[in-house]
């Protein structure tokens, strides 16, 4: 089974792709480190609340749309 960690990393990737965004883009759009923003995606860190509030809020995404894994690629723009 595969870890909340993990799929959240995996759908904030999927986000960051389907808004043609680097790592480096979507990190300063974030206000957070390329290396943190990396570690997320890879299901190794978990951002806190208010990193996951302020994730949603510059991503103009309801915090529950972070931990929607069902919607597809083209959904997420």
């Known amino acids: 089974m595969t870890s909340l960690r993990k799929k959240f990393g995996n759908h904030l990737r999927s986000i960051r792709r389907a808004r043609d965004l ?4 979507c990190a300063e759009l974030l206000g957070i480190s390329v ?12 951002p806190s609340f208010e990193t996951l ?8 995404l309801p915090v529950r749309d972070l931990f929607d894994f069902s919607t597809k690629r083209e959904e997420l723009r």
Do not use: H, M, T, V
């Open 22 to 25: 680097s790592q480096e883009q």
């Open 35 to 46: 290396d943190f923003l990396s570690l997320i995606e890879r299901g190794i860190n978990a």
């Open 53 to 60: 509030e302020q994730i949603a809020k510059k991503l103009r």
